[in-house]
């Protein structure tokens, strides 16, 4: 009704000028139509050059990573468009409202282009979300991302319902019962995506991995870090610097490795074995022990074991043959010295465990192996920790009259055929 006063009102005043003009005409709805187009254009300049400046120079003062991470998605310039398209939705019905099927069109075209808009901000809202969420490191507790896209899916599937439900001037509702016929085909054809939509979010909730994991997953021969998680997919970065991408689904379903708690322990473990040859293992004579308590690491253990063992010596009643007695072996002495140096080795955790044990024997020989943990977890280091604690084993094995097992090489055996030949 107001409509038909203001046309009739402006027809009125042109013809007093002199101009004809029809109240219903089209050169007077073109010129509504410009003049609301006109005003839409005005309040979108008043909104992006004085209220959006204005905001974003308040956000850039009291938190600048969620200023920038505004401007970088163009967050504030997406909800600028809705005044102006809020104007024309609004208006321009009522410039058309004579012509009954242009303006259906025209309010059924602003009505879904509000919609798509306000789509496209929720989406550059939590995108920006994320981003500030990376930077202040949530997104290292918590896959933020995941729920992103979860968020995203389920604003997208809502938006694409009330658009059907526009175009075909029908309640929401209707459409909705209709898609539980549709549930089936749809599992049936997105069944993996379904899967890893599902599993995404047991990943996120129960916090199996986080960004920045070290992970090892055999069945998909991945081993390295996580660097995304999606709803369906987790990005690893192997130490070779290919990519593996694995099904969320697999990491729910299968076994892999997870060795962030790992890092997170401040130690790392070291469990090697070197295999003495039994033919070296003996018992040590006096003058042998003597000289190791040289060794200043040694010299507390040697004196309590050697009063220990004089005085279960000194009781015997029987013949005091080798039998009966009590004797060092230059094994347990090698092995209290393994102990010894690693409770004083710098790089050697102190409060986690550390021990030197036998394992069972084999044809290749006794292994020994060494159980500890350095207190760096850095690969780099780690590696070079251990293999100096193995260097040094095997430089020192012979001061204790022990040999390391070794299979017998091409070399040794030409060297027993020359020295045959010799003799």
Request: charged fraction near 20%.
């Amino acid at each position: 009704m107001l409509e038909h006063h203001f046309r009739n009102y402006i027809a009125g005043k042109l013809n007093a000028l002199g101009i004809n003009s029809d109240p219903y005409g089209m050169e007077l709805t073109i010129v509504f139509v410009l003049v609301v187009i006109g005003i839409a254009a005005i309040s979108h300049l008043i909104t992006h050059h004085i209220i959006v400046r204005t905001i974003k120079n308040v956000l850039h003062r009291t938190n600048e990573p969620l200023s920038e991470s505004f401007s970088k998605y163009k967050v504030l310039e997406k909800l600028t468009l809705f005044v102006p398209m809020m104007v024309l939705d609004l208006f321009i019905p009522l410039a058309l409202g004579h012509y009954e099927l242009l303006s259906a069109i025209a309010d059924k075209l602003l009505s879904i282009s509000i919609l798509v808009i306000f789509i496209r901000m929720v989406f550059a809202l939590l995108d920006a979300l994320n981003d500030v969420a990376n930077a202040r490191g949530i997104t290292r507790r918590m896959p933020i991302k995941s729920f992103v896209q979860l968020t995203k899916l389920f604003t997208f599937l809502v938006g694409l319902v009330v658009s059907m439900s526009i175009l075909a001037n029908e309640s929401p509702v209707i459409f909705l019962s209709g898609l539980g016929v549709a549930t089936g085909f749809v599992m049936l054809v997105f069944k993996d995506t379904i899967l890893g939509f599902v599993a995404g979010i047991q990943l996120s909730a129960n916090r199996m991995i986080t960004l920045n994991d070290w992970i090892e997953m055999d069945a998909y021969k991945a081993n390295g870090t996580v660097e995304e998680i999606s709803l369906t997919t987790v990005k690893v970065r192997n130490f070779d610097n290919t990519v593996s991408m694995l099904p969320a689904y697999a990491l729910v379903q299968n076994a892999f490795i997870n060795w962030q708690g790992m890092s997170d322990s401040g130690g790392r473990r070291i469990k090697r074995a070197l295999n003495i040859d039994v033919n070296s293992i003996r018992f040590m004579t006096d003058d042998e022990i003597e000289s190791l308590k040289d060794i200043r690491i040694l010299r507390e253990y040697l004196f309590e074991k050697s009063k220990e063992i004089k005085t279960f010596n000194d009781e015997l009643d029987d013949i005091p043959h080798l039998g009966n007695t009590r004797q060092m072996t230059n094994i347990g002495i090698f092995r209290a010295y393994l102990a010894a140096y690693l409770r004083t080795h710098k790089d050697i955790h102190p409060y986690m465990l550390f021990m030197v044990r036998q394992l069972e024997p084999t044809a290749e020989g006794l292994p020994l192996q060494i159980y500890a943990f350095t207190n760096n977890t850095d690969w780099v280091f780690y590696e070079s920790v251990q293999a100096d604690i193995f260097d040094h084993i095997y430089s020192i094995m012979p001061l204790f009259g022990l040999r390391p097992y070794q299979a017998l090489s091409g070399h040794d055996a030409l060297a027993l055929s020359s020295t045959n030949l010799h003799n």
